[in-house]
């Protein structure tokens, strides 16, 4: 047997092989083998991405000269097309910054910029429970790099105090609300620290809070006023913007930098001109989508209260990300399986996303699910796991 096949029977006896599955999203729904379900599973956090009254807005004013679907070359090329400007000038006054830039996703953003900005008198601090896209950042990165525990400031400060005066400069990575536990970062504890220090930079992806948190939907920077402290403020467009892309909120010298030298950046084919301007397009939607977010901080800590009590769950979560952690993978899928067939798509989060022993169910709302919605959830959440 060669090693493939034995690795993916492995992965099959773990419980933890995986597939492509056959969906189709339809609204807030999800389609699969037939069944519709409420899909509790997309990072459409605002609803939006099958929004028909937006999409026609959108096509309805769209210049048939700005419709392209491919830019066929590198932005230093060919493909820099002046909806790139437009974009980049709106975040950056948006964010009341010197400047954005825009990259092709949050994993060319997260595994380019580190590698471009750091060198082996560099040393990387990351939380241990950083995205995959920043690990692999990490990796291509000739940095030294120490992963503090989660959240875990005062092991931040100690090492932080231990090589400040070792190395050139010292990176400080971290997520504002984190991707499978829905908890927070204390942003403000970060800015604090930095201050005490010549060369400290601040790494935030906001992925899963910009269009969510903050009067403007900027994100939890914009929610706990330090957006100018942060030197590499990292969101993404493809969650509750509903489109595709990446972007920096960075100095306008840093920009300069990252266009002479992040590879992700420079060696890929740019973003379609028509994925741009959707995109300007709905950011000025989201800057005034404030009941959106309301409503979804309101279920959010709806379903927290809800399932804090219940058998198994360990509840960390502040947002609208919120874990339902079984531990074992077998019943965490067959929970899944349950779930499905009462009409809610949830999936199970296994290893090696997660760490062994806390696969789970990732909830994960949207301001389109109404009230009603969410009690049917809970219900049967309620119901399934007395079941347990
Ligand atoms: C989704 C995600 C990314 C990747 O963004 P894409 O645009 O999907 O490539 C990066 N960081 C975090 C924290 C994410 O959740």
Not at 38 to 43: A, D, W
Not at 265 to 273: D, K, N, R, S, W
């Amino acid at each position: 047997m060669n090693t493939y096949s034995s690795q993916l029977e492995q992965l099959s006896r773990q419980g933890n092989l995986r597939s492509l599955p056959a969906v189709d999203a339809q609204g807030l729904s999800i389609v699969r083998d037939g069944n519709t379900m409420l899909n509790f599973s997309s990072n459409d956090y605002l609803g939006l991405a099958d929004d028909t009254n937006l999409k026609k807005e959108f096509l309805q004013n769209l210049n048939s000269r700005n419709v392209r679907f491919s830019s066929t070359s590198s932005r230093l090329l060919t493909g820099n097309f002046p909806v790139y400007a437009r974009l980049e000038k709106r975040l950056a006054e948006l964010y009341k910054a010197e400047a954005s830039l825009v990259f092709n996703s949050g994993y060319h953003a997260n595994s380019g910029i580190l590698p471009a900005v750091t060198d082996n008198r560099s040393l990387i601090l990351a939380d241990k429970l950083v995205h995959a896209s920043i690990v692999d950042g990490i990796g291509l990165s000739k940095a030294r790099c120490i992963r503090y525990r989660h959240n875990d400031y005062e092991q931040l400060e100690r090492l932080v105090s231990e090589s400040a005066s070792q190395y050139e400069a010292i990176f400080i990575v971290t997520e504002s609300i984190f991707s499978m536990d829905g908890d927070e970062c204390d942003l403000p504890r970060l800015v604090a620290l930095k201050k005490h220090y010549p060369n400290i930079y601040l790494y935030v992806d906001e992925a899963h809070a910009f269009g969510v948190r903050g009067q403007c939907g900027l994100g939890c920077a914009e929610e706990q006023d330090v957006i100018k402290e942060i030197d590499f403020l990292v969101g993404t467009f493809g969650k509750a913007a509903a489109s595709v892309g990446a972007f920096v909120i960075c100095s306008d010298e840093m920009k300069r930098y990252l266009v002479n030298k992040m590879r992700t950046l420079i060696f890929t084919t740019a973003l379609p001109p028509v994925n741009l301007e959707w995109t300007l397009f709905i950011i000025d939607k989201i800057v005034d989508m404030q009941s959106h977010r309301e409503h979804l901080e309101a279920i959010g800590h709806k379903v927290r209260q809800a399932l804090n009590p219940l058998n198994g769950a360990i509840v960390s979560s502040s947002s609208h990300i919120v874990p339902f952690v079984l531990g074992e993978t077998e019943r965490t899928v067959q929970t899944a399986l349950k779930l499905q067939h009462e009409g809610f798509y949830l999936l199970p989060v296994r290893p090696p996303t997660v760490p062994q022993g806390t696969s789970r169910l990732r909830i994960s709302l949207s301001a389109g699910h109404t009230d009603t919605e969410i009690d049917q959830l809970i219900h049967t959440l309620t119901k399934i796991s007395s079941g347990l």
